[in-house]
């Protein structure tokens, strides 16, 4: 019997409140998706950070087992899906499981096919030539979406690249990226030989790299769907980069912003235009489902340039999905799931598009990720809990209730915080101690943090306390879990 046709946003809404297989989100935390279970019956969390001290109903923490330290987000969920607990609430559950993860690895997808289990996701392999920057500038060149003036080479000295660039005629105020890596750690910003001594053990020996011209330029983000029926677009967010009351990394992303005029009306289509222009190429490539483009603006043209692709969730996939436009129709990652389920289904995706990009769909957000920015290694003996925060007219902030909606934030003076950090844990540079959501804006006109934002920093901060332990260097989680 051939299975009925999906044929609106109700019919889509409706499949997914009545679903009967089980879907399991599987990463460090559950922030990526925050919320996703709300819309999707039989959705569940595991995860390896307990943020919310038992008290989330579809969040399943197995206890701790021995593990080798991890170094990556792909190490967390291979010991996840090796876990007894966790393979035995799977096993319970029944059904044909469906997995989806922030990060994976081909190791991960033998041990989800040893349970059973189907990866929602396109193969790591396929995922991995995507995610290589270097790629992605030659997929973003067959779809017509620019890069900055670039030139993709192997580096041998400082000597070298000044004639690459040379031969290249984009000057000698660079920035450099290496294919693979979180931007805070693997973006260079190169003006002399000396810049270049800095970070040449990390530039030399790396292969291929991405030489950009340095422009002035303010970020940006969109995340994206493809799918059979074309490639559905959220909205442009605007970024928090490298400041250092959030993070130590001076390229380092740090949180998000979404409102209706974050950029001109010009700017935001073209930008939704891009997007669907590299989406529909990465169709060609194999790729589907969820992605996101950071988009660099300069500020003096307007002009916009691919930055780079995430082929995945991302840290800013929550925003996306509690937007205005989300609670209207549905958030964008159920579509990822739609896509995978083998369902069929039809959509009017550029009438879709066009009533997403209305501003009334959209409504005024920030996350901030709060980093520990000291060069310093201590032990966290007190942690704020995961909950709503209030802000006192003195610039106080204390615990109000117990919450894991952000949408219990009622006013600005209130704020949803998920603790990411908690007693017993190491603080050490670049530690993620928590994300901080508010309503409105958490920085100025000119893109600098607001005197709300930086009080609301202090304020959780204060909430930590730690002992010293000064012989004590741990690089222990030192990457990105977000």
Not at 51 to 57: E, M
Not at 104 to 128: I, M, N, Y
Request: glycine share 6%; hydrophobic share 35%.
């Amino acid at each position: 019997m051939p299975k009925k046709t999906l044929k609106n946003i109700s019919e889509i809404r409706r499949h997914f409140h009545t679903n009967e297989n089980p879907i399991y989100f599987i990463s460090a935390t559950n922030f990526n998706l925050l919320g996703i279970d709300e819309w999707v019956k039989n959705f569940k969390y595991i995860n390896y950070l307990d943020c919310y001290d038992g008290r989330h109903p579809n969040v399943m923490v197995p206890s701790e087992a021995p593990h080798a330290e991890f170094t990556s987000i792909e190490d967390i969920n291979n010991y996840l899906l090796q876990h007894k607990e966790v393979t035995d609430f799977v096993d319970a559950r029944g059904k044909k499981p469906k997995f989806v993860f922030l990060m994976f690895d081909e190791d991960t997808e033998r041990l989800a096919k040893e349970l059973g289990a189907e990866v929602w996701f396109p193969k790591a392999k396929l995922r991995t030539k995507c995610d290589n920057k270097i790629e992605t500038v030659r997929i973003g060149n067959k779809a017509g979406v620019p890069s900055v003036p670039n030139t993709l080479a192997e580096v041998k000295n400082y000597e070298d690249l000044k004639k690459t660039c040379e031969k290249a005629k984009i000057g000698h105020d660079l920035v450099l990226q290496s294919a693979f890596g979180d931007s805070g750690h693997t973006t260079f910003f190169i003006k002399s030989e000396a810049d270049f001594r800095r970070h040449e053990h990390e530039i030399v020996g790396q292969g291929e790299i991405k030489i950009m011209k340095r422009i002035d330029c303010r970020g940006s983000a969109i995340e994206a769907c493809a799918t059979k029926q074309g490639t559905i677009v959220g909205p442009l967010m605007t970024e928090l980069v490298g400041f250092k009351e959030l993070t130590p990394y001076r390229g380092g992303w740090c949180g998000n912003e979404i409102f209706a005029t974050a950029f001109p009306p010009k700017t935001r289509q073209k930008a939704r235009d891009l997007t669907f222009k590299f989406g529909e190429q990465l169709r060609k490539e194999g790729y589907r489902g969820y992605f996101e483009l950071d988009f660099l603006v300069e500020n003096k043209t307007g002009e916009i340039y691919l930055g780079e692709l995430n082929p995945r969730i991302t840290g800013c996939s929550s925003m996306t999905n509690h937007a205005a436009f989300a609670h209207a129709d549905a958030p964008l990652f159920l579509f990822h799931l739609l896509e995978f389920s083998g369902k069929p289904f039809e959509l009017d995706v550029a009438e879709m598009n066009s009533r997403w990009a209305d501003p009334d769909m959209i409504d005024s957000w920030s996350q901030m990720v709060i980093k520990h920015t000291e060069d310093s290694v201590d032990m966290i003996t007190q942690a704020p809990e995961t909950g709503i925060y209030r802000m006192h007219s003195n610039g106080t902030v204390e615990y109000d209730r117990f919450d894991y909606h952000r949408r219990a934030v009622e006013s600005e003076n209130e704020a949803f915080f998920l603790r990411i950090s908690k007693a017993g844990d190491y603080r050490y540079e670049g530690a993620d101690l928590g994300i901080l959501v508010t309503r409105g804006r958490s920085m100025t006109n000119s893109f600098q943090l607001t005197t709300r934002s930086k009080k609301w920093i202090n304020g959780i901060k204060e909430l930590y306390a730690a002992k010293p332990l000064p012989s004590l260097a741990t690089t222990e989680g030192a990457f990105k879990i977000l």
